[in-house]
């Protein structure tokens, strides 16, 4: 095991747009006056990606008048009497008040503690975090993962019942993280007044309005940093969803729907039709970076709560590489704003590696205006398994050999 040197884990922390705070060995009562105040953090508090010596933490204040820093602490116990790391953590509307904090050289296999406190000594509540276990811990690893929560649609108790198996759970069968993999968010929003007949028998439950939004069909997109900013806040106002990440640390990526439905690169496709987005899908990449703690780099900025998003146009892309990621300089400069996949190792027998599926990924097969011949009135969802198979396995289909044409029925 290598032992990260504090000179190396600031650079790692600035990479990551967080403030670094170093644990110490002495432990010391808190000296804070913290008053609880959780109206004046209403998306509550985070912790994220355990390593056995790190843990990131996560926190949004209210808006306030002029940029601020928070006090953070983190404690082996929840009375805060047992201190062992504090920083100051800067918060203001550039990150929509959203901090991140890197705390290292802590114990690994350890529950820890944490809160923020503003200068007038108003409090978040309390989080509790956990580190991993060292590489070498061969003990069996409990996790769960979690994706797909439509908000739209309904509660997020699931969380609820996790928290509860867990707090009743020995300490041995207690779960280490919580593994996201993405549609934390739906960025695609229904108004109930768009469908009064609700979905899957459920009423559309009044989750967000979008003050930039876009109407398509009978939902609502978001255009801008402050509509995707919009839904985070609106997702993270669910107590069960906010209660569960302020237990476990959660390992957070994203799949479609961080961006956009049928989303590729920075792209989106609406009504069988593609159109450039790179403006949107920049604004996606920085509400991720300020809502979702994660250990993800930012080519663009070293500063701890800015994004820097680059600035890009919606520009047509029409030439792409031999792996089908677009050149337009745009088309890259979106995607590469915020680097998702990357590896967690988590004891001797967890090493997690954290692919992006949407950033590089080609047009959808299916939704290219060639494939409306594959389809079937009739059927319309299906396609014919062969032709399928052919469009799935693309350039590598018949061991490189896929055919010119495709012929079925
Ligand atoms: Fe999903």
């Not at 590696?353 to 097969?365: K, L, M, N, V, W």
Request: glycine residues 6%; hydrophobic residues 35%.
């Amino acid at each position: 095991m290598t032992t990260l040197n504090r000179r190396s884990f600031l650079q790692l922390a600035a990479a990551f747009g967080a403030t670094a705070a170093w644990g110490t060995s002495l432990s010391a009562a808190s000296a804070i006056p913290w008053r609880e105040r959780r109206d004046l953090y209403p998306e509550g508090v985070a912790s994220a990606e355990p390593h056995s010596d790190s843990i990131l933490l996560w926190t949004r204040h209210a808006p306030l008048d002029s940029p601020a820093k928070l006090t953070v602490e983190l404690a082996e116990d929840s009375a805060f009497q047992k201190v062992i790391a504090s920083a100051h953590a800067p918060v203001s509307g550039a990150s929509d008040w959203t901090t991140r904090v890197l705390i290292g050289n802590l114990k690994p296999s350890r529950t820890h503690f944490y809160r923020f406190t503003d200068a007038a000594g108003n409090g978040s509540r309390i989080g509790r975090t956990l580190t991993a276990p060292t590489p070498d811990d061969s003990r069996p690893v409990r996790f769960a993962f979690v994706s797909c929560q439509n908000a739209n649609d309904g509660a997020q108790n699931a969380y609820r019942r996790m928290i509860y198996e867990d707090e009743r759970a020995p300490d041995t069968d207690k779960l280490g993280f919580v593994l996201h993999l993405g549609d934390f968010i739906y960025e695609l929003v229904w108004y109930p007044e768009d469908r009064p007949q609700g979905m899957y028998d459920r009423r559309i439950r009044d989750l967000v309005r979008y003050a930039h939004g876009e109407k398509i069909d009978d939902f609502h997109i978001p255009t801008t940093v402050d509509d995707y900013r919009a839904v985070y806040r609106a997702y993270l106002h669910d107590p069960d969803l906010q209660d569960a990440r302020a237990r476990f640390p959660f390992v957070n990526m994203w799949d479609n729907h961080e961006f956009s439905w049928k989303g590729w690169q920075a792209v989106q496709n609406f009504d069988g039709k593609n159109r450039p987005a790179q403006t949107r899908k920049v604004a996606a990449m920085q509400a991720f970076f300020e809502y979702q703690p994660a250990r993800m780099a930012r080519p663009n900025s070293a500063s701890l709560d800015q994004f820097d998003p680059p600035k890009v146009a919606d520009a047509a892309i029409t030439r792409f590489d031999d792996h089908g990621l677009g050149q337009e300089p745009n088309n890259l400069a979106a995607v590469a704003s915020l680097k998702g996949y990357r590896s967690l190792r988590y004891g001797r027998n967890v090493d997690l590696i954290i692919t992006d599926q949407r950033s590089y990924r080609s047009e959808e097969p299916t939704d290219r205006p060639e494939a409306v011949a594959f389809t079937d009135k009739a059927f319309p969802q299906l396609l014919p398994q062969e032709a399928m198979e052919i469009l799935d396995a693309g350039r590598a289909y018949n061991s490189n050999r896929p055919p010119g044409s495709i012929r079925f029925g």
